[in-house]
């Protein structure tokens, strides 16, 4: 079992920035995939980023590259979300996610095991 809790949602103005935080627990939090992922009103849930185990590899929807970084610190067992440049089409809530099958970089949202609750993010115009 993996319990995870994001922070770091809050409102700010288009083309400013937020920090995400996503805190693990149960489980060897380095051993493991982890995602972001975002659910904007009356849409589906889409991906965001991912990074492996060690941090080595990540990899970001066209939507976001270049203005979002996704980091981790496995002493922490935290992983992080850097969004900058923000519009707001970013404007969701924002989860992130746990594959404890795989160590590599993963899209797909249904491998994913465990979710957090999510974390609003508003961005105004």
């Known amino acids: 079992q993996v319990q995870l809790v994001e922070s770091g949602g809050g409102l700010v103005q288009a083309g400013g920035s937020l920090r995400l935080s996503c805190a693990a627990s149960g489980r060897t939090f380095k051993n493991y995939a982890m995602g972001w992922f975002r659910q904007a009103p009356g849409k589906e849930r889409e991906f965001v980023a991912t990074i492996n185990r060690n941090g080595e590899y990540t990899y970001y929807a066209d939507s976001v590259r270049g203005r979002f970084t996704i980091s981790r610190d496995n002493v922490k067992n935290t992983v992080y979300l850097q969004m900058n440049s923000l519009k707001p089409e970013d404007t969701a809530v924002y989860y992130c996610?746990?594959?404890?099958?795989?160590?590599?970089?993963?899209?797909?949202?249904?491998?994913?095991?465990?979710w957090g609750q999510g974390t609003q993010v508003t961005v105004s115009s």
């Open positions: 996610a746990v594959d404890v099958h795989s160590a590599g970089t993963v899209v797909t949202m249904e491998r994913y095991d465990y």
